[in-house]
């Protein structure tokens, strides 16, 4: 098998040749840890696309990309997406442009990000095509202000304020989330378009021990939404598969996303997810997507404690339906390449 089938294979709830695996659910930058060329694209089985910037933008990423990584910001293409919305987090007074929203005409009034320029894709279906044509599998991320409709809409309005909107202004939350869902289907239906394999969909529901909100709450706001987007994906590229991200705890939910499309679940945290329970409740239809490490397993661990990690994930969740990947970012400042390196060998040698 190419790692093209591989993954698929696998988010079939099949048995590949060998347990594939990933990085992340986006693509990773490793410059900042490893030298260049030091990873390969045989060595991942995913290559994940981004939408590119505008040209107006361009420029101005080349200045802001001097200032490097920001353990607050995150990188500088992070702070040109923040840019775009409004959304400056460093900053008080500016943290959540529809905080001091107090009318619903100057909700209406927002200016989303524009999402009909065609050089959106006009390099998208080629970087597609030549990663299929090496035996990549391909994934797509939805451009977004750190996740589709939940994540979102909090950032714009505030946490509090958008909690206090589902319970008390339920129309001011339906209009905020019909605009998010607008913007993710459009974009979905982009990356459909261009025959990407995977739609990669996030929204941290989820936090330690307990989601955010209710899930009789995600399933009246949330899941009808996602759902619409996912379908209208589908309804361009019936293969697509879908993978779903959300850290923290949402096991409540697990059944309505495979109900609603859902092939794969990413991270699994350790510390909030128990992925043998959830194999023994869906069994391989739902492949594990991630499920390797805690919060500071990487950061912190030594190479045998991941090779370990590795194996014990293999025997304990088997070999069908799984997808090895770091349960956290790794493309932090204090990640040590050799732990990186680590968990690729253990995933060779045991997958």
């Known amino acids: 098998m190419n790692s093209r089938e591989r993954l698929l294979t696998a988010l079939d709830g099949e048995t590949p040749d060998r347990v594939p695996c990933a990085l992340a659910f986006y693509a990773v930058n490793l410059e900042h840890i490893v030298p260049s060329g030091a990873f390969r ?8 696309v981004r939408f590119p910037i505008s040209p107006e933008e361009t420029a101005l990423r080349g200045r802001i990309a001097a200032f490097g990584y920001d ?3 995150g990188t500088a293409l992070q702070a040109l997406n923040y840019a775009r919305w409004d959304y400056y987090p460093e900053t008080p007074t500016r943290r959540n442009p529809l905080s001091h929203v107090r009318t619903f005409e100057e909700l209406q009034a927002f200016p989303f990000p524009d999402t009909s320029s065609p050089y959106r894709v006009d390099s998208l279906s080629r970087e ?6 090496r035996g990549l599998a391909v994934a797509g991320n939805l451009p977004h202000l750190g996740g589709e409709l939940f994540e979102a809409a909090w950032r714009l309005r505030g946490l509090e304020n958008f909690l206090l909107d589902m319970l008390e202004r339920p129309a001011w939350a339906d209009f905020l989330l019909d605009r998010l869902t607008a913007l993710a289907q459009r ?5 459909a378009a261009v025959g990407v394999d995977v739609l990669s969909l996030d929204d941290d529901v989820g936090m330690p021990g307990t989601m955010f909100i209710s899930p009789a709450m995600w399933r009246r706001f949330f899941k009808p939404r996602m759902a619409q987007v996912i ?10 598969r879908v993978l779903y991200h959300s850290d923290g705890f949402i096991e409540p939910i697990v059944g309505d996303l495979i109900e609603i ?3 794969a679940l990413n991270p699994l945290q350790p510390e909030h997810m128990d992925a043998v329970r959830i194999r023994q409740s869906y069994g391989s239809r739902l492949a594990l997507w991630g499920t390797v490490g805690c919060q500071t397993t990487f950061s912190f661990g030594m190479p045998e404690e991941i090779r370990r990690e590795v194996k014990g994930r293999i025997e304990t969740l088997g070999r069908a339906g799984l997808v090895l990947c770091p349960a956290y970012d790794i493309d932090e400042p204090d990640i040590p390449a050799e732990n990186i390196a680590a968990f690729l060998e253990a995933v060779r040698r045991y997958g």
């Open 41 to 48: 694209d045989n060595l991942v089985d995913v290559h994940f």
């Open 71 to 73: 353990t607050r910001l």
């Open 187 to 191: 974009n979905a239906e982009a990356l």
């Open 128 to 133: 597609v095509k030549a990663c299929q044509a």
């Open 261 to 263: 499309g859902v092939n």
């Open 231 to 240: 379908a209208a994906a589908q309804a361009i590229q019936p293969e697509l």
